[in-house]
């Protein structure tokens, strides 16, 4: 038994090590100088080069000089932040507002074709972002929103997934309390508002943070729709920080990383609750 455990252990540290392995390598990068940075990485971009690229546990000389230029020394790189957090939060903001009323009518209320419209989110759901692109560019064109952050945040806003994801938070709430609620002339606004929203939080927490990662590392949508480049989110800066100065690249990524993990680690006592409440059972 005691044997088992030791091979599911070792098992499971093979794919965290890779995991590690990225951010120990990004969080080196940013304490690395120019001149260490391209000397380690340099043959792997020199197609002539005689030598491997190599990359040492700890860096040689540290410094936080490529933070220093970083927040000094680049201002689109603020500009660009504050376009990524403007961008994301208004979809989060529009799917809560859009995404879970319609949720809790797909799951908790009969209505004619009902199955059907259900259907037609799951089939837009999985429908790449490649199928729909023209139609989205041509709504977008019409309505005068291209190259504005519009263009982002509507596609978004009714975006089918939340719906899905949350549709299924809401399955796992009581009916008996649905109908306790009716026999006491809860109408269907105070159901949804006083026991649909706290019980169903698993699954609106679960839409949301999953649509903050998406939102956050979006690069299709913006290079579609967004043609000044004063109007970029954050993940459309690193690709081009990187082609410049490598060092800058790892300090920009190691930034970007900070808000999701700071949502999961303030965000987390509230998805534990919302999941206790979820578990009421019939």
């Known amino acids: 038994m005691k044997r088992n455990r030791v091979y599911l252990a070792v098992l499971l540290c093979l794919p ?21 940075v391209a000397d380690c990485l340099g043959p792997a971009f020199n197609s002539g080069a005689q030598s491997f690229a190599q990359w040492p546990l ?18 689109e790189f603020f500009v660009l932040f504050w376009n990524t957090c403007f961008q994301v939060f208004a979809q989060l903001a529009g799917q809560l507002l859009v995404g879970a009323p319609a949720a809790w009518a797909f799951s908790r209320l009969r209505f004619p074709g009902r199955r ?9 759901m999985l429908l790449p972002f490649q199928v729909t692109m023209v139609p989205h560019y041509l709504v977008l064109d019409w ?24 549709a299924k938070g809401f399955d796992a709430v009581p009916r008996s309390m649905l109908e306790a609620a009716s026999l006491d002339g809860a109408g269907y606004g105070r159901t949804f508002f006083y026991i649909g929203l706290p019980l169903g939080m698993p699954g609106i927490l679960s839409a949301l943070v999953l649509g903050f990662l998406e939102g956050w590392n979006a690069v299709e949508q913006p290079m579609t729709f967004l043609k ?13 920080v990187a082609e410049s100065e490598l ?36």
């Open 16 to 36: 965290a090590l890779a995991v590690w392995g990225v951010l120990w390598f990004m969080g080196t990068g940013a304490l690395m100088g120019h001149r260490e």
């Open 58 to 75: 700890l860096p040689d000389a540290p410094t936080l000089e490529p933070l220093v230029r970083l927040l000094l020394d680049s201002p």
């Open 116 to 124: 059907f419209l259900f259907g037609v989110y799951i089939v837009l």
């Open 143 to 166: 309505l005068g929103l291209i190259d504005t952050p519009w263009s982002i945040i509507w596609p978004g806003v009714f975006s089918t997934f939340p719906v899905f994801i949350m």
């Open 228 to 240: 000044n480049p004063s109007n970029w989110p954050l993940s459309l800066y690193l690709p081009q």
């Open 247 to 282: 060092s800058l690249a790892m300090v920009s990524g190691l930034i970007a990383l900070t808000p999701a993990v700071l949502i999961f680690l303030f965000g987390q006592k509230y998805l534990e609750l919302g999941i206790q409440a979820s578990g009421l059972k019939e």
